[in-house]
């Protein structure tokens, strides 16, 4: 007799209204649930993904000493090097593990950048600018372009990747010009270099590398040993204050100057002082026998094992030197994204299991309403299995419906910030991710064996 029902049939034998408005919370409760949680967990990938790509790694920085003072304060101050004795006490702290100096160009130098190539409509972006060179055992990787000797027709150039994002997001949308430009046709531009006040050597380059790691201009170290040997000017911060007669006798010489003016009669009784410190004389005879001091790096970086040891941060604060990575301030962006994200997601979640206990409780309503015909069917020979499942495929019915539903709420609303953040200059993949839809699919999985064991349950127990 079982066997000439229907499913259809079966069904229409157990259907009852069931109580709606426990029904009716229950979805809104699992359909603001569950899109809170979708949102939480593919926000939260996307964020933690920015903040990956623009994130200095943290077993590297950059130490310099502060820069304090106007412009007549710091005249003649311009080597705010590191001594050797620093450089040793640093390196003998705790947590760190190697340290390297930068050296940089001792030459005036401008850049013509031609975006567009120096034939057809683009213009070139003019600029003057600086050059450095670390241990190459610094970078974050050796590009295959980055070897360098004197017969050599391009200058390698490395530069930061945020540098290309001002470029596209700042400088390029402000002038017609100037193209957005992706790292392939970056490293294709052609570069001018113009060394020397008045342009008297001119170079070419290109950009090999955009690096995460340093934030500064970079060329390979044999260059610009070579470019410094070639072009430098040694005495660009050898300066003195030349006294005569107790006052200060015209501008600043440099000591080639000073030594030029040796043969003088009065020479012998002239005095010389550093431009940081006027008052401290020197005669100029004594000071032409001395040697400059060969100068430390003005710029160092340290590899370190992990975070910044505390006996490397007081060393740090103790002595006024600046770091170039703000460790703490993304430490505490990252805590406050796993802070806000995990709020959201604790707020989806708990309304999701309100809404399972409302989904149960309402269930259980469903099958004691419909408990004399449960009751008959299973006393007709049908099995507790079957009344369950058409009880159970109810549920299904509209838990897929509502899953759906904050499926397609969570895609809109990760669309809607996927042009916001364009307009800000972020980009961000579309779409949902892997992972969250894996999510998506274990969530529901979990949602629905639990309303199956309650539903089934109900039903079993019609029987004692």
């Not at 001018?192 to 170290?221: C, D, H, Q, W, Y």
Request: hydrophobic residues 45%.
């Amino acid at each position: 007799m079982k066997h000439s029902f229907s499913k259809s049939s079966l069904s229409s034998c157990l259907n009852v209204s069931g109580p709606k408005r426990e029904l009716w919370i229950a979805s809104l409760g699992c359909l603001i649930g569950s899109t809170l949680l979708i949102i939480a967990i593919q926000f939260y990938q996307d964020t933690s993904s920015i903040l990956k790509d623009r994130e200095v790694p943290k077993n590297y920085l950059t130490l310099n000493k502060k820069v304090e003072g106007g412009a007549l304060v710091n005249l003649g101050k311009n080597e705010r090097t590191f001594t050797s004795d620093e450089l040793d006490k640093i390196k003998a702290l705790d947590g760190v593990k190697k340290i390297g100096g930068f050296i940089r160009n001792q030459f005036p130098l401008t850049l013509y950048i031609w975006p567009s190539g120096k034939v057809g409509l683009g213009a070139a972006a003019k600029t003057d600018l600086f050059f450095e060179s670390i241990p190459d055992e610094f970078l974050d990787f050796i590009p295959k372009d980055w070897n360098w000797n004197e017969n050599s027709e391009v200058v390698p150039i490395m530069v930061p990747k945020f540098y290309l994002d001002l470029w596209n997001f700042g400088l390029a949308p402000s002038r017609v010009e100037y193209p957005a430009l992706s790292t392939e046709a970056a490293t294709g531009m052609p570069i001018e270099l113009f060394i020397g006040k008045n342009r008297e050597t001119t170079l070419s380059g290109r950009f090999v590398a955009f690096s995460k790691r340093i934030n500064s201009v970079l060329v390979p170290a044999n260059f610009l040993k070579w470019a410094n040997k070639k072009f430098g000017q040694p005495e660009a911060n050898d300066f003195f204050f030349l006294w005569k007669n107790g006052s200060i006798e015209g501008p600043p010489l440099t000591r080639s100057s000073l030594a030029s003016l040796r043969d003088e009669p009065e020479f012998k009784n002239w005095e010389i002082s550093p431009l940081e410190n006027p008052a401290e004389r020197t005669p100029a005879l004594q000071a032409l026998s001395e040697k400059k001091k060969k100068a430390g790096p003005s710029r160092i970086i340290l590899e370190i094992e992990d975070n910044p040891s505390s006996s490397l941060t007081s060393y740090i604060q103790q002595n006024g030197f600046e770091i170039n990575r703000e460790f703490p301030e993304q430490d505490i962006i990252k805590k406050a994204t796993q802070a806000i994200f995990l709020g959201i997601a604790v707020i989806g979640a708990l309304l999701s299991l309100l809404s399972i206990a409302t989904f149960a409780t309402s269930f259980r309503l469903v099958v004691a309403q419909a408990s004399e015909q449960a009751k008959n069917l299973l006393l007709l020979g049908f099995s507790q299995s079957q009344v369950s499942n058409v009880i159970f495929s109810r549920f299904l019915t509209l838990f897929l419906f509502i899953l759906t539903g904050s499926v397609i709420a969570g895609y809109g609303i990760k669309s809607l910030l996927l042009k916001l953040a364009y307009e800000y200059g972020i980009t961000l993949q579309s779409g949902l991710s892997f992972e969250t839809i894996a999510y998506i699919v274990l969530y529901g999985l979990i949602y629905i064996l639990i309303n199956r064991i309650v539903i089934k349950n109900s039903v079993n127990k019609l029987l004692d």
